[in-house]
């Protein structure tokens, strides 16, 4: 059965930090890009990044290039998402993901992965 466990969302000021992680079983890690998105109340649906399985390629949403970082590890089965000088536009409920492909959009429209974690919430207070 596949899983993904997202942790670590949680309550941020304007400008601070927060990590998540995700903790991933049930499919061959290896064979898998993972990325993660957010969904907010009344927003599109937005990938903010992804992991490329087969040559490591990182891509990252504009709206947070430059300020989130993402990372896995392949032992450990797990993929992380480093937030920092967080803006209250990022306020969402950030999921895993996990897919062949590391994709941000298709035709203008977020990517749809083929596993997902169940969320975490993030808050980013002004």
């Known amino acids: 059965q596949v899983q993904l466990v997202e942790s670590g969302g949680g309550l941020a000021q304007a400008g601070g930090s927060l990590t998540l992680s995700c903790a991933a079983s049930g499919f061959s890690f290896d064979d898998y890009a993972t990325g993660w998105f957010r969904q907010a109340p009344g927003k599109e649906r937005e990938v903010v990044s992804c992991i490329s399985s087969a040559d490591g390629t990182i891509r990252y949403a504009d709206s947070v290039k430059g300020r989130f970082t993402m990372s896995r590890d392949a032992a450990k089965k797990t993929t992380w998402l480093q937030m920092s000088r967080l803006k209250p536009e990022d306020t969402a409920v950030y999921y895993c993901?996990?897919?062949?492909?590391?994709?941000?959009?298709?035709?203008?429209?977020?990517?749809?992965?083929?596993?997902r974690g169940q969320g975490t919430q993030v808050t980013v207070s002004s």
């Open positions: 993901a996990a897919d062949p492909l590391c994709r941000l959009q298709v035709d203008g429209v977020a990517y749809e992965y083929d596993y």
